[in-house]
């Protein structure tokens, strides 16, 4: 019997909470919805509102970009060290790039260039995931993006997509993660750099479908969704139901068409970028956030370079140099700058030492990122590494402390929870410090 005792006592409990989730069942909430109800009931939350930054512009060098031959050359080491290239003056007195740099040399006043970011994963794809989540891999959960957080937490403006890949997703790292899918990003789908002419997909209505038949298409569909949604409630139909309503706005405004229209552009401004990828995908992502898009991420170049760091620097850099300068000046001259925040990052950097093949491998202890405007410090270097960067030297800055100091521009307080399946309420960054020293104070 006293088994039995322990048992009804344990069960009276028990009973207390069957009788909860029954009377919760009464009100019309279901046993996981109950749940979601506590878990978000029990999350750290802050309200996210527009920060300084009202846009950013995230330029991604896929493979590793090497810091010695970009943002921090070290002309004293070593040759075996240093590397192939120079050191040339910057606007700022006492900061250098390397030689290749030439047109960012001339604006290094409205940037500040991180020299001692640091983690500690070599491999690409963990690398990776660590500079679009602000965390480091999990077997467990999967991370959402900057861009799918910042369009759950702010959502579309001007009828435009919150987040947008230039030309498609770069990695599966730049996706929703544990959110809905309905802040995924928006891919072109076509490079604008392409010769055979630049069409972003899903723009236009297909053959044969005029603006009558269009709006008969959206009035129906609006019609069985609410059938079904009346029939169940499911997570998957709000994320449909806000798709299509995405697309249809996008679909019948001209201001959102526009904004992808290159063809608006005049030619001399896109000589200055340069015709080439990383010219017209910066143009172009100029255009979009001038247009209301919250977040443009893009990729330019291979920085993979374990062979020939000489050639593979000369390939990439130049291009580079010409349009992220021009993009820097062009937003500057349009009064753009202050509230749009560019971000320059790459998986990690290059080992110290040149290796047998001329070549550079996979560095993580520390590397390079640049970031301007949206209320950030211009001409400036925030840390440093070692004498043959190898090492953080002063003020090392974590992936954490780094994304959070985004954030903070941004209006998003990433100590906030969302809540992941199961449902557990996840910070958006967990750890780190958001960088005071290189935010202007009037931010």
Known sequence: MKGCKGF??????NRREFMQVGFAGGLGLALPELLKTEALGA??????????AKSLIHIYLPGGCAHQETWDPKPYAPAEYRGPYKPIKTNVPGIEFSENMKNLAKVADKMCVIRSM??????????????????????????????????????????????VCVPNQPNEFAGTGYLSSMYGPFALGSDPAADTGFKVRDLTLPGGVD????????????????????????????????????AYGLISSPEARDAFDLTKEDAKVKERYGKN??????????????????????????????????????????????????????LDERGLLDSTMIMVSSEFGRTPKINKTDGRDHWPRVFSTMLAGGGIKGGM?????????AEPDE????????????????????????????????EIVDGGNVITDIIEKSS
């Open 8 to 13: 009804y006592q344990s069960g009276l409990a």
């Open 43 to 52: 999350t750290k939350y802050y309200e996210s509102k527009e920060g300084v």
């Open 118 to 163: 640091n983690h500690g994963e070599a491999a690409h794809e963990r690398g990776t995931h660590n500079m679009f989540t602000g965390y480091r891999p999990s077997p467990a959960i999967k991370f959402p993006s900057f861009g799918s957080v910042i369009s759950h937490e702010f959502g579309p403006r001007k009828n435009l997509p919150p987040y």
């Open 211 to 246: 603006a009558k038949r269009f709006e008969r298409r959206r009035t129906l569909l609006e019609t069985v969704d609410s059938h079904f949604r009346n029939m169940e409630k499911a997570d998957e139909i709000d994320a449909m139901d806000t798709f299509y309503q995405r």
């Open 277 to 330: 990828q990383a010219g017209m995908r910066m143009l172009l992502a100029r255009r979009l956030v001038e247009s209301g898009v919250r977040l443009v991420t893009m990729t330019y170049g291979g920085w993979d370079m374990h062979d020939r760091i000489k050639d593979g620097i000369a390939r990439n850099v130049p291009s580079l140099d010409q349009a992220l300068a021009t993009l820097i000046t062009d």
């Open 381 to 389: 270097v925030y840390g440093s590494s070692d004498s043959l960067a």
């Open 395 to 426: 003020n090392p800055v974590d992936v954490q402390s780094f994304a959070k100091t985004v954030y903070h521009q941004l209006g998003i307080n990433a100590d906030k929870e969302l809540v992941a399946p199961g449902p557990r309420p996840m």
